[in-house]
């Protein structure tokens, strides 16, 4: 049985601030005696996303080889922290903000135990890798959290691993219209260029 609690929304959206936190605070969190959640799975869903997307077939054969290559680069990584409640898809639109001003966490499908460096890909992607947040915003949610991941070693391969799961993410949706179409072609070339900069769009 699921019991759902309605969120009446206010009149702004939540900040970055708010975003680092609220992890902050949820890694911070013992669980209860006896609850067994499941490790987080960068590679869950992309086998299935690359057999059945409308793609050109050379980019199947690409994304493929990178999912190859991505599983070897995080068999290597070292992570620096216990591993803890994650939420999964820590994004700031997984966020709301309730009449009474207090920001909500929602979305807890991809909910799992282990490290927190997960839920911090996002938004360090986000805006070393993407640009899509501004220097202050981000600045603020490294503030609130108390650790920016860029200065984490591992950062690249968890950027990587992020990038190539927000590509097969839209390429399930390319033939609902030509702007995301258009994105997945962004997207797919930038991986091919792994250096090269991201004019990706926020979809």
């Known amino acids: 049985m699921t019991f759902w609690h309605l969120i009446v929304e206010g009149d702004r959206k939540a900040t970055y601030g708010e975003l680092g936190s609220i992890l902050r605070d949820l890694h911070s969190m013992t669980l209860p005696a006896g609850l067994e959640l499941p ?12 057999s059945r997307a409308a793609i050109p077939e ?3 054969v690409f994304l493929r080889k990178r999912w190859r290559e991505l599983r070897d680069q ?4 070292s992570f ?12 700031v639109q997984n966020l709301m903000v309730n009449h009474r001003n207090e920001a909500v966490l929602i979305d807890f499908e991809a909910f799992c135990f282990d490290h927190p460096e997960w839920d911090l890909m996002v938004t ?30 591992g950062y690249d391969t968890l950027r990587r691993l992020q ?11 390319v033939q609902e219209d030509q702007e995301t179409a258009d994105e997945y072609r962004r997207r797919i070339d930038a991986l091919r260029h792994d250096d090269a900069p991201r004019d990706w769009r926020p979809r």
């Open 39 to 50: 490790s987080f799975d960068p590679f869950d869903k992309q086998e299935l996303r690359i």
């Open 58 to 60: 050379d980019d199947r």
């Open 74 to 77: 995080f068999a290597e990584l």
């Open 80 to 91: 620096e922290t216990p591993r803890g409640p994650v939420h999964g898809d820590a994004h």
């Open 124 to 153: 360090a992607t986000e805006h070393h890798s993407l640009g899509w947040q501004t220097d202050e915003q981000y600045a603020d949610f490294v503030r609130a959290y108390g650790r920016d991941l860029y200065d984490w070693p």
């Open 163 to 173: 990038e190539f799961g927000m590509t097969t993410w839209l390429m399930q949706n």
